[in-house]
Every structure is written in C-alpha cells, then in structure tokens.
C-alpha cells in the first residue's frame, strides 16, 4: 500500500479497530516499496527482518490507542544511530559501520512502538543540497525523475512524497530538512535548535544541527515532533523548555495573526515562478484573516558566507574522529599510523566532505581565525538581532524556501558555489536556531514549491497553527508525484 | 586580506592539517574551488562588526553550559557483548584489541 489516502489518525484508528495489523501494515509497505522504490532510490538500506519480529510482538500486546505511532512505518535518515542496523551517513568511511546504541530519537521512536522501516539516502555527511553526494547511490525527485530531490535529506523526502512511508526522520543544518521538503511537495520542520536531541546524530556543525520530521501533512508532523522533542540528559544542548502538544491550536484560524514578508527573500535571484507562488500565498493568508507586511533582514545576504566558514570549521573539528583506528574505513598497504590517518580519510571521504574539512581547517588556521572564523561568528549575532527585531512586532516570517523548484540532475554538482547558493534562504534560521517549516504551497512547470515559515524560539505551534490553516485552505497537498503516486 | 587568496602551496599545508592528501590534478581542481569560495568568504570584510560579539554556539535559559546542566560524571557499566559489537566495528583485532600498523616507519625510506 502507499500513504497517499491515510495519514496518522485514519492508520492509528484502523491498528487500534484491527482492521489491519502492524504485521500487515509493515508487509504491504515493503511490497509497495520494492515496486517504487527502485525508480528513486530513496532508501540504503532495510530492516525488513527485524521490522516484522518488531511488527509481530506489537499486535500480541495489543496497539496502544494512546501512542498514535504504534506499528506506524517510518524512515530515518542514515546520519540517525540505529542500534544493529548498518548506518553510514552515506559515506564509503561507514560503509560497514553498524552502531551499538540507538540515537535518543530513535529510542523515542522504539519506546512509541514505530517501526523503523529502513535507512534514507542522503548527501555524504549531510553535505550538500542534492543527494548526489552519497557514496552509493542517486536518489530521485518522483515529480520527475531528472531532477534531484534536493538535499540532504532527499531520500527522507522522496520517501514520503512517493507514499512509501508516512512519516521520516531527516537532520537540517543549513536547510537539509526543508529544501528537500520544498522540492518533493512534503511538509518539513526544521526545530528550534535544543528542542530535539542531537545524541546519536552523526554531527556535522554541531551548533547549527537539528533533527525534524518530513511528512504529507501538516498535522502529522506536528504529531511526529511530539514523539522526539525534549530535553535529554545525553545531549547538553537539549532545552528544558517544556514541549506543549504541537497537534494543539490546529484549527484553521490565523485571524489577526501577525506575519512578516522579508524583502531580501523576494528578490531578483529569486525563480519569478517561485516568487509568484509565494505571492499567492500571501493573499491567501491576507483572505484567512491574517496581515502581511514587508520587513528587512539586512545581514541575510551574508548568511551563506557566514554559514560556510562556522558549518565547515565545526565539520573539520566533528570529522577528525574518523581516523581508520577504531572503526569505519581502513586505506589498505599502509606502513605506518600517519599512513593510515591520512590515506583512510583520503580514500574514505568524497569530494564535498573533503572540500569542507579544507574550508574548515583553512578558516581555523593560524592567521585566519580572526579574519573568518571570529568575523563570522560576529555577522552570526547580527543575523540573529535582524530575527529578534522582526518578531519584535511580527508572529513568524514567511517567505520562499529555495530560490528555483528542484534543478536536473547533475546540472550543479561541479559548481560548488552555485549549490552553495541554494541555502541562501534556510541558512539564516539555523545560524539562529530558530524553528522553520516548508509547506507545500504551489507548482512552478509541474515541480512542488514550498513555503518556508520561520518563527521565534521554541515557537513551533504558531508555525503549525499557521501552516495548518494554509494547507486546509488549498488543494496543493493532495496532489500526488508522478512516480508513486496518481494510480 | 591577500591579493591571492590560497595557492597550491597552502592547499597543500591545510591538507597537512587536515590529515589529507590529493593527486597533483585533485590539488589543482581543490586550489581554484577553494579560491573562489574563500573569495565569497569575504564578503564578510563589507559588514562592520565594531564591537559586535561572536556567536559560537545557542543556548537558551535552560541549558546555558555550566553545573546545573551536566549530567552527573559517574561510570556505566559495560558488558561483553557490547565489548564484542565495538570491536566489531574496527578495520582489524588481535586478541581481543583493536591492531594498528607500527607507530614507527619501518618503511626505511627516512620520512
């Protein structure tokens, strides 16, 4: 079976009535996966295994009516720690690496009795905007299958933009959550950083990553957010902030609601098909109740440069455990240990992680700090003061996601600046923590187009609230892919 | 900032750093990439940032780093079973350890 007819509620309410049991649910979904999944290649890896002796013990004790994720199939992101299930972060260096311990989020999943379906594909290390820079296969946009899905959790997004699961777990550091969501038409929330716990996520930049849920609807994310928010002990970053019920306050009405149109994301780089998705947007939230005015966010347009030098310097320091001692990939006829540092991480890394831990180690060298590395932490606070002065007097941001709809495959994979670019306006939540959501807002020549909510500190649910009364207000979301979908 | 941005010799010296190595047409292809992103970089130099200060990292009230946040330090205890699915993981054991090439070169050729 694909997802395209259910979402959370109408599968939990059919577990709990029996009608179909977790062992069937988990059946039907890998059978529909064999017949799609080969034409897109969203998954590494599967746990088809495991996953029914899972299923099986779940319908002896019964679906519990109060875990709405009970014998539910998900996906999670190769960078997400599976406990005995081969995670590699799509990397040759962890081609074989299987985890002993669970990340706290999949826990959270196994506590709630979700069954982890399989693995995603992604860019190597969460590097990149395309998912052409797994080591190990291309993944595809199902709206058309020349195109990339976007990145790097495009096979989290395909996977659920194709029906194959209902929900999946991606990381964003610069955009990885809601780039991908735009480009295959799903719901994507990148959390405020500290709502959700890093502990098990293979780190990239660690002050800028966080985990989030992908999914079909805006009310299933909502519900896929509750089951992993929350502080964790593992995670010293993790927020204490209490986490209210974010499925609460969905009802459609954003009447007074306060939103604020950032100037520099509608500007001439901007796709003009894009801009004109984002401009009927905005007149439908100004119908529903809500008012839009146009504000300025003066330090964006520096967010990439920022974001590069920070992201990449953090990336070169968490990447430095990957030494071929312990585990992951040993280089072959090395003579000593510096050989095996030095030719397991050329060997083991891919041209982008290589390019990062260069920028990084470039940008934290002797000489340079000051000029990159302090400099962008500076025009990291200014970035962060342009937010807090907007929602000063404003409810959440709105804008595009991505400046173009999914490009053509191998279109931009040697021009590293040009993908670089394509974060340009995702980069700044994260350089600030702040939550940010795409939700499918309209069509550019037949490819999906998001809409980017961005909102306050651990401000989740106005972002729900908002993207919920937007999504009931249209059609967009019950359209389906070419690949997965339709018939 | 310099007029060049990074030549091939300083390529060379981060990968150093880095505990990488390139082929002499890597080097080239790696050296004109990062120009023109270190070229992007400054663009930073255009913002004055007189007095403003750095953000490394977030936090918010409740796990500023300090005391009150940090678990307590205390031992966990492990078991064989983990001990066996961690050694699985390394490239190659002996007895029971993780084995690593000599940390001397005994490739005699000097380097």
Redesign the interface.
Known sequence: MNYFDQDLTSLHADLVAKKISAVDLAKATFENLRAVDPQLGAFLNLNEEAVLKQAADIDAKGIDPDKLMAGIPVAVKDNIMTKDLTTTAASKMLE???P?YDATVVEKMRANDAVIIGKNNMDEFAMGGSTENSAFKVTRNPWDVSRVPGGSSGGSAVAVASGQVPVAFGSDTGGSIRQPASFNGVVGMKPT??RVSRWGLIAFGS?LDQIGPLTRSVKDNAAALNMIAG?D??D??????TVPDFTAGLDGNVKGMKIALPKEYMDKGIDPKVREVIENAVKQFEALGATVEEVSLP?SR?G???Y??IASSEA?SNL?RF????????AED??????????S??EG?GDEV??R???G???L?AGYYD??F?????????I?NDFKKVFEDYDLILGPVAPTPAFKIGDEISD??TM?MNDVLTIPVN???LPGMSVPAGFADGLPVGLQLIGK??DESTLYKAGYAFEQATDVHKQTPEVGGAN | MAEERINAEQVQHVAGLAKLEFTADELGTFTGQLEKIIGMFEELSAVDTTDVPATMRLDDDTNRLGQANMRPDKAVKSDEALRQALLKNAPETANGLIKVPAIIDESGDGE
């Open positions: 074989h690496f299987v002993v950083y500290g002050s502080y002990q593992h010293g970053t993790s927020s204490k902030q330090h520096y990439v440069a920022a590069y030098i070169s430095q030494d071929g001692i312990r585990y992951g990939f040993r090395v003579k000593n240990l510096e050989d095996v540092y030095v030719r991480r050329s890394f290589k390019r831990i260069m920028l180690t470039f940008s060298s000029a990159y302090h400099k962008a932490g500076q025009v990291r606070t200014l962060i590293p600046i670089y350089l600030a923590g500190p651990f």
